[in-house]
Protein backbone atom coordinates (compact mmCIF):
# COMPACT_ATOMS: atom_id res chain seq x y z
CA UNK A 1 0.00 0.00 0.00
CA UNK A 2 1.38 3.24 -0.93
CA UNK A 3 1.76 6.27 1.56
CA UNK A 4 -0.40 8.27 -0.08
CA UNK A 5 -3.54 6.72 1.23
CA UNK A 6 -3.03 6.61 4.81
CA UNK A 7 -4.38 10.50 5.27
CA UNK A 8 -8.14 8.70 5.08
CA UNK A 9 -7.47 4.39 5.60
CA UNK A 10 -5.92 4.53 8.70
CA UNK A 11 -8.85 6.33 10.71
CA UNK A 12 -11.39 3.83 8.63
CA UNK A 13 -9.40 0.68 9.36
CA UNK A 14 -8.72 1.24 12.49
CA UNK A 15 -12.93 1.51 13.76
CA UNK A 16 -13.88 -1.39 10.96
CA UNK A 17 -11.12 -4.04 12.64
CA UNK A 18 -11.25 -4.69 15.87
CA UNK A 19 -7.65 -6.77 16.26
CA UNK A 20 -4.36 -4.92 15.21
CA UNK A 21 -3.25 -8.46 14.12
CA UNK A 22 -6.10 -8.37 11.18
CA UNK A 23 -4.16 -4.98 9.63
CA UNK A 24 -1.41 -5.02 7.01
CA UNK A 25 1.75 -4.57 8.78
CA UNK A 26 2.22 -0.78 7.24
CA UNK A 27 -1.15 -0.14 8.90
CA UNK A 28 0.39 -1.75 12.53
CA UNK A 29 3.56 0.63 12.42
CA UNK A 30 0.84 3.68 11.48
CA UNK A 31 -1.20 2.47 14.45
CA UNK A 32 1.67 2.13 16.62
CA UNK A 33 3.03 5.88 16.03
CA UNK A 34 -1.08 6.65 16.54
CA UNK A 35 -1.22 5.49 19.95
CA UNK A 36 2.04 6.08 21.43
CA UNK A 37 2.19 9.60 20.67
CA UNK A 38 -1.71 10.41 20.48
CA UNK A 39 -1.39 11.98 17.30
CA UNK A 40 -4.62 13.61 15.88
CA UNK A 41 -3.17 13.83 12.59
CA UNK A 42 -1.87 11.10 10.45
CA UNK A 43 1.48 10.70 10.53
CA UNK A 44 3.59 11.91 8.35
CA UNK A 45 4.97 9.21 5.22
CA UNK A 46 8.54 10.63 7.09
CA UNK A 47 7.59 9.28 10.75
CA UNK A 48 5.67 5.89 9.39
CA UNK A 49 9.26 5.14 7.27
CA UNK A 50 11.13 5.73 10.57
CA UNK A 51 8.95 3.53 12.48
CA UNK A 52 9.41 0.88 9.77
CA UNK A 53 13.27 1.14 10.15
CA UNK A 54 12.75 0.92 13.76
CA UNK A 55 10.63 -2.73 14.03
CA UNK A 56 13.50 -3.74 11.52
CA UNK A 57 15.97 -3.12 13.12
CA UNK A 58 14.76 -4.81 16.13
CA UNK A 59 14.14 -7.73 15.17
CA UNK A 60 17.04 -7.98 13.05
CA UNK A 61 18.81 -7.46 16.59
CA UNK A 62 16.85 -10.09 17.98
CA UNK A 63 17.77 -12.94 15.31
CA UNK A 64 21.30 -11.84 15.41
CA UNK A 65 21.47 -12.51 19.23
CA UNK A 66 19.61 -15.76 18.78
CA UNK A 67 21.84 -16.84 16.01
CA UNK A 68 24.90 -16.29 17.98
CA UNK A 69 23.18 -17.32 21.37
CA UNK A 70 22.86 -20.94 19.20
CA UNK A 71 26.63 -21.10 18.50
CA UNK A 72 27.85 -20.30 21.94
CA UNK A 73 29.04 -17.33 20.78
CA UNK A 74 29.05 -14.67 23.93
CA UNK A 75 30.22 -11.33 23.05
CA UNK A 76 27.81 -9.52 20.40
CA UNK A 77 28.98 -5.60 19.67
CA UNK A 78 26.04 -4.18 17.72
CA UNK A 79 26.40 -0.35 16.44
CA UNK A 80 23.88 1.33 14.53
CA UNK A 81 25.25 2.53 11.45
CA UNK A 82 22.84 2.98 8.54
CA UNK A 83 22.34 0.02 6.28
CA UNK A 84 23.65 -0.02 2.26
CA UNK A 85 24.72 3.94 3.23
CA UNK A 86 28.36 3.02 4.68
CA UNK A 87 29.26 5.39 1.74
CA UNK A 88 27.31 8.06 3.77
CA UNK A 89 29.20 7.77 6.88
CA UNK A 90 32.93 8.82 6.89
CA UNK A 91 35.80 6.07 6.93
CA UNK A 92 37.05 7.27 10.06
CA UNK A 93 34.35 6.72 12.11
CA UNK A 94 34.10 2.89 11.12
CA UNK A 95 37.65 2.58 11.80
CA UNK A 96 37.33 3.90 15.00
CA UNK A 97 34.29 1.13 15.71
CA UNK A 98 36.63 -1.63 15.08
CA UNK A 99 39.29 -0.10 16.56
CA UNK A 100 37.44 -0.24 19.95
CA UNK A 101 36.62 -3.48 19.56
CA UNK A 102 39.85 -4.63 19.13
CA UNK A 103 42.05 -3.02 21.83
CA UNK A 104 39.19 -4.71 24.18
CA UNK A 105 39.15 -8.04 23.02
CA UNK A 106 42.66 -8.30 21.32
CA UNK A 107 42.02 -11.00 18.69
CA UNK A 108 44.52 -12.76 16.77
CA UNK A 109 42.40 -13.64 13.56
CA UNK A 110 39.65 -11.37 11.93
CA UNK A 111 37.09 -12.66 9.34
CA UNK A 112 35.96 -9.90 7.73
CA UNK A 113 34.22 -9.10 4.30
CA UNK A 114 35.44 -9.43 0.55
CA UNK A 115 37.03 -6.80 -1.14
CA UNK A 116 34.58 -6.58 -4.00
CA UNK A 117 31.08 -7.49 -2.80
CA UNK A 118 28.51 -6.21 -4.69
CA UNK A 119 27.37 -4.34 -1.47
CA UNK A 120 28.90 -1.34 -0.37
CA UNK A 121 28.89 -1.73 3.44
CA UNK A 122 30.58 -5.10 2.99
CA UNK A 123 33.53 -3.08 0.71
CA UNK A 124 34.02 -0.45 3.16
CA UNK A 125 33.71 -2.89 6.12
CA UNK A 126 37.00 -4.62 4.45
CA UNK A 127 38.98 -1.33 3.80
CA UNK A 128 37.88 -0.24 7.30
CA UNK A 129 39.49 -3.45 8.74
CA UNK A 130 42.34 -3.61 6.68
CA UNK A 131 42.78 0.37 8.13
CA UNK A 132 42.22 -0.44 12.08
CA UNK A 133 44.71 -3.64 12.04
CA UNK A 134 47.42 -2.00 10.05
CA UNK A 135 50.44 -4.65 10.67
CA UNK A 136 52.40 -2.24 13.30
CA UNK A 137 54.29 -3.48 16.37
CA UNK A 138 51.74 -3.72 19.13
CA UNK A 139 48.50 -5.34 16.89
CA UNK A 140 47.42 -8.61 18.63
CA UNK A 141 46.05 -9.51 14.84
CA UNK A 142 48.09 -12.27 13.02
CA UNK A 143 45.94 -13.14 10.00
CA UNK A 144 42.97 -12.03 8.28
CA UNK A 145 41.06 -13.90 5.83
CA UNK A 146 37.60 -12.67 3.36
CA UNK A 147 34.67 -14.92 3.18
CA UNK A 148 31.74 -14.80 0.82
CA UNK A 149 28.59 -13.70 1.32
CA UNK A 150 25.93 -15.37 -0.59
CA UNK A 151 24.07 -12.88 -3.21
CA UNK A 152 26.04 -10.56 -2.51
CA UNK A 153 29.97 -12.14 -3.67
CA UNK A 154 29.29 -14.01 -6.31
CA UNK A 155 26.86 -11.32 -8.02
CA UNK A 156 29.21 -8.58 -8.77
CA UNK A 157 30.16 -10.08 -12.22
CA UNK A 158 33.26 -10.06 -12.98
CA UNK A 159 34.90 -10.08 -10.15
CA UNK A 160 35.25 -13.00 -8.37
CA UNK A 161 35.46 -14.72 -5.41
CA UNK A 162 39.03 -17.08 -5.29
CA UNK A 163 39.29 -18.91 -1.83
CA UNK A 164 42.70 -20.78 -0.80
CA UNK A 165 41.69 -21.59 2.94
CA UNK A 166 38.82 -24.07 3.72
CA UNK A 167 37.53 -25.33 7.07
CA UNK A 168 36.10 -28.41 7.19
CA UNK A 169 32.62 -28.15 8.63
CA UNK A 170 31.26 -31.60 7.80
CA UNK A 171 30.09 -32.16 11.32
CA UNK A 172 29.26 -28.77 12.32
CA UNK A 173 26.94 -27.86 8.39
CA UNK A 174 23.95 -28.74 10.74
CA UNK A 175 24.51 -25.96 13.48
CA UNK A 176 25.25 -23.52 10.69
CA UNK A 177 22.17 -23.99 9.18
CA UNK A 178 20.48 -23.87 12.68
CA UNK A 179 22.09 -20.48 13.44
CA UNK A 180 21.36 -19.17 9.89
CA UNK A 181 17.61 -19.76 10.68
CA UNK A 182 17.09 -17.33 12.94
CA UNK A 183 17.92 -15.11 10.68
CA UNK A 184 14.23 -14.57 8.84
CA UNK A 185 14.36 -11.18 7.59
CA UNK A 186 16.94 -12.13 5.82
CA UNK A 187 16.36 -15.47 4.10
CA UNK A 188 14.68 -16.35 1.22
CA UNK A 189 12.98 -19.03 -0.54
CA UNK A 190 14.70 -21.46 -2.88
CA UNK A 191 16.40 -21.02 -5.30
CA UNK A 192 17.29 -17.49 -3.86
CA UNK A 193 21.39 -18.62 -2.68
CA UNK A 194 20.44 -16.44 0.56
CA UNK A 195 18.47 -19.74 1.42
CA UNK A 196 18.91 -22.20 3.78
CA UNK A 197 19.13 -25.17 1.28
CA UNK A 198 21.03 -22.69 -0.98
CA UNK A 199 24.08 -22.28 2.07
CA UNK A 200 24.01 -26.31 2.24
CA UNK A 201 24.74 -26.82 -1.37
CA UNK A 202 26.98 -23.95 -1.64
CA UNK A 203 28.96 -25.42 1.57
CA UNK A 204 28.41 -29.04 -0.05
CA UNK A 205 30.16 -27.41 -2.54
CA UNK A 206 33.06 -25.82 -1.65
CA UNK A 207 33.68 -29.24 0.39
CA UNK A 208 33.41 -31.00 -2.95
CA UNK A 209 35.97 -29.33 -4.27
CA UNK A 210 38.68 -29.99 -1.68
CA UNK A 211 37.53 -33.81 -0.82
CA UNK A 212 35.46 -32.87 2.13
CA UNK A 213 31.79 -33.48 2.63
CA UNK A 214 31.13 -29.50 3.35
CA UNK A 215 33.53 -26.72 3.99
CA UNK A 216 33.55 -22.93 5.03
CA UNK A 217 35.95 -21.15 1.76
CA UNK A 218 38.14 -17.98 3.15
CA UNK A 219 40.49 -15.90 0.80
CA UNK A 220 43.84 -14.95 3.03
CA UNK A 221 44.54 -11.29 3.34
CA UNK A 222 47.34 -11.07 5.48
CA UNK A 223 49.31 -13.66 7.86
CA UNK A 224 52.05 -13.08 10.36
CA UNK A 225 53.74 -16.33 11.23
Keep these: ????????????????LKKKEELPQDLKWALEIIEKHGAKLPPSPKKIESAKKASEIKKLNQEIIQANKSIDIKDIFIYDFPDNRFDSVDLLDIVKVIEKIKNKIKPEIIFTHFENDLNIDHRITYQAVLTATRPMSDCSVKEIYSFEILSSTEWNYPLSFNPDVYFDISDTLKDKIKAMSYYESELKNFPHPRSLKGIELNAKYWGMRVGLDAAEAFKSIRIIK
Excluded: D, N, Q, R
Excluded at 1 to 16: Q, T
Design 1 to 16: MEFEVFGYKISIEKKA
